[in-house]
């Protein structure tokens, strides 16, 4: 023997011979098999060192070219058996796993197998076996198994030799299952027609079976196996020893085999089940869910297994030790057997709710256990049992162990080992009764001192248990608060989005989830963390845990932000299911069902989205019970009070949003309870974020027959936008409050008087004149408002005085209103409320409005002032008065000047855009009321003391020297008839002049169109010296296209796509101009809608705009209604009701613009809602956007305000109360006329990446005149 063969075997026999505990992990690996089953590597990847030269030589399918690559696969060493050492060994586990590295890769590219079927490895084995290419050491008949028990040796491998001889004659033979394809037309990596290709898997009935080698498991059968000599040289107790030896072998086998039932009976089965018995999405999870680990636990059984066979091959027949195998093993079984044990307990329930669930997984199941039971000697068992298996296993050990223990004499230096190994094994009991309690997750009675052995537990002082008992406490109660916000998931919110037909419609389903449930997920992100960390602390340090307060620490930092999101939003929350409730019986009848979940424990939704609230406070009182039993040299008694500390803060910092959320809900449920008038809705926009509640009270009001004719005890409301008055009604005990006036919009609201002295109430007192109900109600809505009158008010009451503050709505319906107060303390809080919210609301509507005010002109236009009498300077002083402005329109010149025309009583002036020093008058006409620009055709309308002219631009505003030849006389279009108005539009691509001249009761159209021939043409000379009065010697610039009447007054005509719009005393007129036919919208001979048609009778209709391809927008002077396409209205909320009297509306979508002589009312298209007020004086719109393109008027409001057309497309004119200075310095005399545009804000937040060097611009392409530059500095973004 060789020096390194006989220092293996000395080393070997050394380590075999010590008497202390020995590090028998290295033995185990020594042991363990070549290639772990559930570690599955990739066949490519395995045995590098193999070339790709080398393979294109070799035939797996033949033994002699497997023997050759063999002999050097083979790992070798010392292996004993029967107390014999023999060197360059190897075992049945080693031939077979070096025969799988070298044919796994065939198996897989050309025989479709699987890594991990050893079976055709084991038959080459037993193939080359049987020619004697190697040989059993002890030359046994056994057949050779893929395991460890038996010791082989290659027969010409000598010892001593520097490398093995070569051998004569080869093993030979054909490996069946290896051949390749017979078909030529067989392709690599395709199979091909044949039934028998390879390629489409090898035939398993041609592979061994595999089979468990099994040892004796009862005395007598041990004692047969034993030579009687033997039997005879042993003492009663050794036999005892050896024959429970056996019996622990052979229930390890027992487990074994059961553990492979469970992997190939259900686990592999439950995966190849077609169809399948649960969703394949579901699958992974739930076989993970099940039998968690339950692999491992196999691996770790037969690395076990192996080693006790090792042991029993080495020292047979009589096994001298096996302590130290089960106290190495114990370490291992640590690392596995707890988590498995504490996760049992949910494998069970996620079972047992499947087979509750699912007949299908039912019947897999018993189909499964039919089959398990038909194998011969197999007892029916079902899967519950096979789970349960490991549980009992890992008991019977310390049992089995304590057997062998008393067999063993006190001077067997395995006694040592064996109650090392039996206590180890018993502390895992503990450690998975501590895992069962953390999978647990809260649920069950479990305490501390449960968990904790009775001999440990006396040796802990009474104080530091209390403070143990404490910090299980709160890790317990940390676990049931992951659990609930846990099951807010699993009971709620996933069953509202699965549920089929839906518990809450879809199209709000979303939003409900985020205002009920918000941001818990990330709660339950930073609390499942803490618990994880708790459970670390716990397995490192249970059952005496020195402290928690840093994880406590770093989670209260980290969740600070979360729940100051979370905490408020519990008042919405809180209402959101209050509200669904209310008037969702599916989603009630849902919320009764999740009561009843067992996870539930009879808690409705609110307990649970409420439980982040109270968990806060239940920290502090967990930390100062912990803080009482910690002593002042431990670290916890300065950190917790600083844990404390954060706590508490978070707490504090959360109130202001626990009261604006309240307030939040209170003004929600006021919006929800307010009862409108019929047929009058305001869409007050209280639903809206930024919307907020400034205060609410009582308040009297005297009606107007005085103080005999009794009071009205009015509950008034001031939000940041109205001020609403109601009357509080409660029925069926939900208070309604039904509104007395229109609600009155701040922009509009003035403060008159606050001073007038207190009066005394007449004898109509207001309790005599209520009923019971009322009184009630008014009693609520009181005590509902936090800022109701205080006591005072009842003192004040009970005096019958009562404090008067009167207030202004500038409006249509407005005027003064006189309110009374019940104590001057309540009418001061009115005073300092009302200015708050009016402070408030200016400084916000000048941050948010919708249209900027820039000037055009504010000194060139002037009237008289009401103090200017005939004989006054300002007549002979050269001060030339204008009249008042009544229209304009932008253009471009040809150069590309950006000019105004502005018409007034006096003519027509013409100057660049806001430069109003450039106006000079251009036509000398009097009571100019309309202009227009024809653009492509180079012409000027202006209606004129109802006549209409039409004068050449370049006549007007020379832009070349050519423009001396430009006709300077205008053609007048409407002969000797008076015009009342006119409209230019295109239709069906053609410009056309509508204008139109009374006759009699009828309004008669005359339909003219431009002929930029006869427009360019140069003129003629006249025929004689005196032309015929009246008479052109040019050419006509327009020709007739058609005429209509319409036997009714007409106010004005606008184009739609296909048609014209005419605006009547009978409403809107839609005319098809080629046929001539009308349609009167909107629809009134629905009865329903009788309220709407008295109304649209008695109002001025002044202009229609498409909302949408199906719906239009049609605005009278007091209000609108929206109509589909046939004229029939389409909302169900009736009229949307201007605040003041519109004397014109112009469009700038999104947006209408509606003008009161008071103020300019901007309100949002699609919904109506006020947006915005721009005060003045005499205001009034001299230009709607309407021109060549006058279909801007009626085209589609598309798109919202972040994409709106940013050039102005509205002027107005209103007077200036100020007095105006001229440029040297004097005052002008008489009331300056302000002229301006409109001009949208730039939206906040731009779309799209402003940075990108792709994006194109933001402002869409418009029609509109270009700035004329300035003659100031200007920073706007127009210039």
């Not at 076989?287 to 080693?307: G, P, S, T």
């Not at 009604?729 to 609201?749: A, F, Q, S, W």
């Amino acid at each position: 023997m060789n020096s390194t063969s006989t220092a293996a075997s000395r080393a070997y026999s050394d380590d075999r011979n010590q008497t202390g505990p020995s590090n028998i992990l290295e033995r185990i690996r020594d042991f363990s098999p070549a290639r772990d089953p559930l570690d599955r590597p990739d066949p490519l990847l395995e045995d590098e060192e193999w070339s790709e030269d080398e393979e294109m030589f070799i035939n797996f399918s033949l033994l002699s070219n497997l023997a050759v690559l063999l002999r050097d696969k083979v790992p070798r060493g010392t292996h004993v058996k029967g107390s014999i050492p023999y060197p360059r060994a190897f075992t049945g586990r080693d031939i077979v796993s070096a025969i799988q590295g070298q044919i796994q890769r065939e198996l897989v590219q050309n025989h479709a197998g699987s890594t991990n079927d050893r079976r055709a490895a084991l038959q080459v084995a037993r193939s080359l076996q049987s020619q004697l290419f190697f040989y059993e050491v002890e030359w046994g008949s056994r057949e050779l198994q893929d395991g460890v028990e038996d010791v082989y040796m290659f027969l010409d491998d000598e010892e001593g030799a520097s490398s093995a001889p070569e051998r004569e004659e080869l093993p030979t033979g054909v490996v069946t299952v290896l051949t390749s394809c017979y078909s030529p037309m067989c392709d690599e990596g395709i199979p091909c027609y044949s039934s028998r290709c390879p390629r489409k898997g090898y035939d398993s009935t041609l592979l061994p079976q595999v089979t468990t080698t099994s040892t004796s498991s009862g005395r007598e059968e041990w004692v047969q196996t034993v030579p009687a000599h033997i039997i005879e040289s042993l003492d009663e107790m050794e036999i005892s020893r050896q024959t429970i030896i056996h019996k622990i072998i052979s229930k390890e086998e027992q487990y074994i085999q059961d553990l492979d039932i469970v992997d190939t009976v259900f686990i592999k089965a439950l995966r190849m089940e077609n169809p399948p018995v649960l969703p394949r999405g579901e699958l992974d999870e739930f076989i993970e869910e099940v039998f968690y680990n339950i692999l491992d636990l196999r691996e770790c059984n037969k690395r076990l297994l192996e080693v006790l066979y090792v042991r029993q091959r080495e020292e047979s027949p009589v096994i001298k030790r096996i302590g130290d195998i089960f106290l190495d093993v114990a370490t291992e079984f640590r690392l596995a057997y707890p988590d498995y044990i504490g996760h049992h307990p949910i494998a069970e329930k996620r079972m047992r709710d499947e087979l509750d669930n699912n007949p299908k997984f039912r019947l897999f199941i018993e189909k499964c256990s039919r089959k398990q039971s038909a194998r011969p000697g197999e007892r029916r068992l079902d899967l519950k049992h096979f789970l349960n298996r490991p549980v009992e296993h890992l008991q019977k050990y310390p049992v089995l162990l304590d057997a062998v223990i008393s067999e063993t004499t006190r001077k067997n230096p395995d006694r040592e080992f064996l109650l090392e190994a039996s206590t180890s094994i018993s502390n895992l009991q503990n450690i998975a009764q501590l895992r069962t309690f953390q999978s647990a997750m809260g649920k069950g009675s479990t305490t501390w001192h449960s968990l904790v052995p009775s001999n440990e537990l006396r040796s802990i002082s009474s104080g530091e248990q209390t403070r143990q008992s404490v910090i299980f406490e709160l890790i317990k109660g940390e676990m049931e608060y992951v659990k609930d916000l846990e099951n807010i998931e699993n009971m709620y919110i996933r069953p509202l989005r699965e549920a089929e037909p839906p518990i809450v419609p879809r199209d709000r389903l979303p939003q409900f989830i985020y205002d009920v449930f918000h941001n818990y997920n990330d709660l339950y992100s930073y609390h499942l963390r803490l618990v994880e960390k708790f459970h670390e602390i716990q397995r490192e340090e249970h059952p005496r845990i020195r402290s928690i307060t840093a994880p406590i620490f770093d989670a209260a930092l980290n969740f600070r932000e979360a729940y100051m999101e979370y905490i408020p939003n519990y008042p919405i929350a809180e209402y959101r299911i209050d509200d669904e409730k209310a008037k969702n019986p599916v989603f009630r009848a849902f919320l009764d069902e999740c009561n009843r979940h067992p996870d539930a424990r009879r808690l409705d939704m609110k307990n649970f989205i409420n439980r982040p609230i109270p968990r806060l406070l239940r920290y502090e009182l967990l930390l100062k019970s912990i803080l009482e039993q910690t002593h002042t040299t431990h670290e916890d008694s300065s950190s917790i009070p600083q844990v404390i500390e954060v706590i508490k803060a978070l707490g504090k910092d959360t109130e202001p949003g626990v009261a604006s959320a309240k307030q939040k809900v209170e003004l929600w449920k006021y919006n929800s309870n307010l009862v409108f008038r019929t047929g009058e809705t305001i869409d007050m926009d209280l639903l809206n974020e930024q919307r907020s509640l400034i205060h609410t009270g009582k308040l009297l009001r005297q009606p107007e027959g005085g103080l005999n004719s009794g009071w009205s005890e009015l509950f008034v409301m001031l939000f940041d936008n109205y001020l609403v008055l109601t009357k509080a009604k409660e029925k069926d005990g939900v208070i309604k409050y039904h509104v007395t006036r229109r609600p009155i919009p701040l922009d509009l609201l003035s403060l008159v008087n606050f001073t007038d002295p207190s009066v005394q109430r007449g004898a109509g007192m207001l309790r005599n004149l209520r009923t019971g109900s009322e009184r009630a109600a008014d009693t609520v809505s009181i005590a509902a408002s936090s800022r109701s009158a205080p006591v005072s008010s009842r003192n004040a009451e009970d005096s019958r005085s009562v404090y008067p503050f009167t207030i202004h709505h500038t409006g249509r319906l407005g005027g003064r209103c006189v309110l009374y107060a019940e104590s001057a303390t309540a009418r001061q809080e009115w005073k300092q409320k009302l200015d708050e919210a009016l402070g408030l609301r200016k400084v916000v509507q000048e941050s948010n409005k919708v249209f900027e005010i820039e000037t055009l002109s504010i000194d060139t236009f002037l009237i008289p002032s009401m103090s200017t009498a005939p004989n006054s300077p300002a007549w002979s002083d050269g001060t030339m008065f204008t009249g008042k402005v009544t229209c304009s329109v932008p253009f471009n010149t040809p150069d590309g000047r950006g000019l105004v025309a502005i018409g007034c009583a006096e003519g027509v002036w013409i100057g660049f855009r806001h430069d109003s020093r450039s106006m000079r008058r251009v036509l000398h006409l009097k009571m100019v009321t309309q202009c227009a620009i024809l653009e492509d055709f180079g012409l000027f309308l202006v209606l004129a003391d109802k006549a209409l002219f039409a004068y050449h631009i370049e006549a007007l505003v020379p832009t070349n020297p050519n423009s001396v030849n430009t006709p300077q006389t205008p053609q007048k279009l409407n002969g000797s008839k008076d015009v009342q108005f006119f409209s230019v539009g295109t239709f069906h691509g053609r410009t056309l002049l509508v204008y139109m001249r009374k006759r009699g009761t009828d309004s008669v159209f005359r339909v003219v169109e431009p002929v930029i021939d006869k427009i360019n043409e140069k003129p003629k000379a006249s025929g004689g010296l005196f032309p015929k009065f009246g008479r052109s010697s040019k050419a006509e610039w327009f020709r007739d296209y058609r005429e209509f009447f319409l036997p009714c007054d007409a106010y004005d005509l606008v184009f739609l796509k296909a048609k014209i719009a005419i605006l009547c005393t009978k409403g809107f007129e839609i005319m098809d101009m080629a046929e001539l036919s009308t349609v009167t919208i909107p629809q009134r001979d629905d009865a329903r809608l009788a309220y709407i048609a008295k109304r649209c009778e008695t109002a001025r209709p002044l202009s229609m705009f498409r909302h949408t391809d199906d719906e239009f927008l049609l605005c009278y002077d007091e209000f609108g209604i929206f109509v589909n396409k046939h004229g029939t209205p389409s909302r169900s909320f009736g009229t949307i009701e201007w605040e003041g009297t519109a004397e014109r509306v112009a469009l700038h979508a999104p947006y209408i613009l509606l003008f009161d002589p008071r103020f300019i009312e901007v309100r949002h298209l699609d919904t109506g809602r006020l947006a915005q007020i721009i005060p003045g004086k005499d205001v009034r719109c001299i230009w709607d956007g309407r021109g060549v393109d006058s279909s801007l008027a009626v085209t589609p409001a598309e798109g919202s305000e972040e994409n709106m057309v940013q050039e102005p497309r509205v002027h107005a004119v209103m007077s200036i109360t100020e007095p105006v200075t001229q440029p040297n310095g004097r005052p002008l005399r008489g009331t300056a006329q302000h002229v301006f545009e409109l001009v949208p804000t730039i939206p906040l937040y731009l779309p799209g990446s402003l940075a990108s060097p792709t994006t194109g611009t933001y402002f869409p392409r418009t029609f509109s005149p270009p700035r004329s530059p300035s003659l100031r500095p200007t920073t706007s973004y127009r210039s």
